[in-house]
């Protein structure tokens, strides 16, 4: 089941449209960068760990695959704050390589941490 997100109109200056999520953060992949920023940062390091990738359901979402796990990667506002977050979500493949390889991305992440 996935979480309700009231998203605001669009204030008209082309910024994208953010999904709201309500979960635990990590500290290390918050940041108060502009959503594009943090987007090419999250494809860079993607790249980096030869991620295969594809466009998500919004253009702040990427269906990714590597070492026979499927996940989407997406880059998602912190209600109530000024900040955005990276937030992995395991579609399919085994949880201890997801797991892993979630660890290794969020280390190469380079945002600016709140």
């Given amino acids: 089941s996935s979480a309700n997100s009231n998203s605001n109109s669009s ?4 910024e994208p449209q953010l999904h709201s999520v309500r979960t635990a953060l990590n500290k290390h992949c918050v940041s108060s ?12 390091v993607l790249t980096l760990h030869h991620v295969r990738l594809r466009p998500g359901d919004t253009d702040m979402a990427l269906v990714c695959s590597c070492r026979h796990v499927h996940f989407m990667a997406e880059v998602v506002k912190v209600p109530g704050l ?16 997801y797991a892993a390889l979630c660890r290794e991305l969020y280390h190469d992440l380079q945002l600016d941490s709140v």
């Fill in 33 to 44: 960068r502009q959503p594009a920023d943090v987007m090419a940062e999250l494809q860079r």
């Fill in 82 to 97: 000024k900040l955005v977050t990276v937030r992995f979500r395991r579609v399919h493949g085994d949880t201890e390589i």
């Fill in 11 to 14: 204030t008209g200056r082309g």
